[in-house]
Every structure is written in structure tokens, then in C-alpha cells.
């Protein structure tokens, strides 16, 4: 039971944490952005590198944006589906406020 | 009653092999009771006819008495969003956590082998869900009325037309747990600036 709450301490203090649908959720600023990935420097400092999709849905707020809207710097949020140990980003929010 | 007897026997016999050679097939080709496995297409048909045969006409041939006005729809996709996303996903494709792991994967119902089922059958299904398959009842004991059942039928016809914006709108109907929404508000927090990047 203990180790159940630490996990479950440990989980929600992370910015890469495991949430409903299968889809591990990403947060943090964009540190390099490419046509086929998004490179996020994550809230406790790690490095995360997400890769992109032709079906990934971008917004700000409740609005669709493209690809192109996001830059070094954002803030943003990705839900992303882990496939062969790598992250394919199925959201990515992005934030109004800039770094 | 020698040939009555015989014929008996011969039934017996038939039976019994039927029903090694089914274990058999579970145990050895069908990776045991395992949900992991897809249906077989000949399973998959047999199972469908099946079900369809055992419809009752006075079911199958109900209509429904709700007409398909936005209100019936709105109430229809909150109801679906709350009750029926889990397994069948926002846009009824099925492709979701827990239909990924049932026996049988729960259908696309955009398509044209769940649309072309009548309004009754699809009523049928909801109400009183389908046995040896993932689909519960939802009518009677389980509380939904008639009505709420009748309005997610004008929903499931409307699938095939859903929008983005819909989609969008039906996941934040979708149950939550309180972990996930602590979880939503500090990411939505961390978008509109606050907490350190």
C-alpha cells in the first residue's frame, strides 16, 4: 500500500505522467520544433522528444491551429500515444502565455 | 426403437466431437479463452447472423418515436459521451483502451454494417445489451428510460456526420476521475502561464 501511494506521489509530481486513454500527457516548453517531431524541455527539466503525425490535432484554447503556429518557447501540453518506446503525439495544446 | 436408438447414439457421437473439436480449436488455434485474439471472420459472421435471427420482429421492427431534432441529438451525445465513450470512443469507432482488449472489439457504428441496422435493433442493443459480448444492458435495472435509450439511437445515426468541433465537445463530457481532472486543471494552469516552466 505504501508503494502504491509513492507511486501515485511520484506519478503526479512528474510532467510526463500516464492518463485515462492510454495517452501519456507532456508538459512543458518547446525547446526545438521540426516538421516530424517537437523536442520539450518538460517542467522537471528533462528533455522529451514527441514525434509529430499527419492525424496530431493542434489548439490554442478551444481553437485549431496548424503545425506552423508553434514555436521555441511555447508552452505546451502533449497527449501522446507510446508506440515501440517512442511518443506520437495524438494532441498538442499550446499555451497563451509565451516562456 | 433399434434405429431410434441408434440414431440417438449417432447424435451423442456428433455432439461430443463437436464439442472436442471446439475445445480443441479454443485451446490450440485460438490461444484459449484468451479477449486477445480477433474473431475469426467465420465467427465473427456466424455470431452477427445470429444475433440478428434472434431479434425479435416485434423489436427489430419498432420505430423510433423521437424524432431527430437537435435538442433529442444534444441529449443523445451527453448521454453517449457519459455512458458509452468508455468502450466505443467520442466518434463510435471503437478504437479505444478498454475496446482494444474486448472479444468482440466493438464495432465502427459509422459504418454501414451498424447504420443499416433498423432503429429497433439498434434500441434492442442498448436496452438490453448482447450477450457473450462486452455490450451491458442498459435498460431496465440498470436505470436508463426508453426515452434517454431512443435519443442515442438519433445519436448513433448521426456518427457517420460527427464534426471535429462535436468530438471536441463530447470530451469534456466524458467521465473523469478525480485524479484526471487535478491532472486537467494544472496542465490548463500551466498553458495560461502559471507555475514554472
Known amino acids: ?99 | 426403437m433399434k434405429l431410434l436408438f441408434r440414431l440417438f447414439l449417432l447424435v451423442a457421437v456428433l455432439v461430443a466431437g463437436g464439442a472436442a473439436a471446439f475445445i480443441w480449436y479454443l485451446r490450440h488455434a485460438h490461444a484459449g479463452v484468451s479477449a486477445r485474439a480477433q474473431p475469426t471472420t467465420v465467427e465473427a459472421s456466424l455470431a452477427t447472423a445470429m444475433r440478428s435471427a434472434a431479434t425479435p420482429a416485434a423489436v427489430r421492427n419498432r420505430t423510433n418515436p423521437v424524432p431527430a431534432t437537435a435538442a433529442a441529438l444534444h441529449e443523445g451525445m451527453e448521454h453517449y459521451a457519459d455512458h458509452c465513450a468508455v468502450c466505443h470512443g467520442n466518434n463510435g469507432s471503437g478504437q479505444t483502451l478498454l475496446g482494444a482488449g474486448m472479444y468482440p472489439r466493438p464495432p465502427d457504428m459509422r459504418l454501414p454494417a451498424t447504420q443499416r441496422k433498423s432503429d429497433g435493433e439498434l434500441f434492442g442493443y442498448i436496452e438490453n445489451g448482447i450477450r457473450l459480448s462486452g455490450m451491458p444492458a442498459f435498460g431496465g435495472a440498470a436505470g436508463s428510460t426508453e426515452d434517454e435509450s431512443w435519443k442515442l439511437v438519433v445519436f448513433l445515426r448521426h456518427l457517420p456526420q460527427l464534426s471535429a468541433e462535436e468530438e471536441q465537445a463530447m470530451e469534456r463530457l466524458n467521465p473523469r476521475s478525480p485524479m484526471e481532472m487535478d491532472e486537467e486543471k494544472k496542465e490548463a494552469d500551466f498553458l495560461k502561464g502559471s507555475g514554472t516552466p
Open chain 1, 1 to 99: 500500500m505504501k508503494r502504491l501511494l509513492l507511486s501515485l506521489a511520484l506519478l503526479s509530481s512528474t510532467a510526463i505522467a500516464f492518463a485515462h486513454g492510454g495517452l501519456t500527457h507532456v508538459m512543458g516548453v518547446v525547446a526545438a520544433a521540426s516538421a516530424t517531431t517537437l523536442d520539450v524541455k518538460t517542467t522537471d527539466g528533462k528533455l522529451a522528444t514527441v514525434a509529430l503525425d499527419p492525424s496530431t490535432k493542434w489548439m490554442k484554447g478551444t481553437s485549431s491551429i496548424t503545425e506552423g503556429d508553434v514555436h521555441t518557447g511555447d508552452r505546451v501540453v502533449i497527449h501522446a500515444k507510446p508506440v515501440n518506446g517512442k511518443l506520437i503525439a495524438v494532441e498538442v495544446a499550446v499555451g497563451a502565455a509565451k516562456h
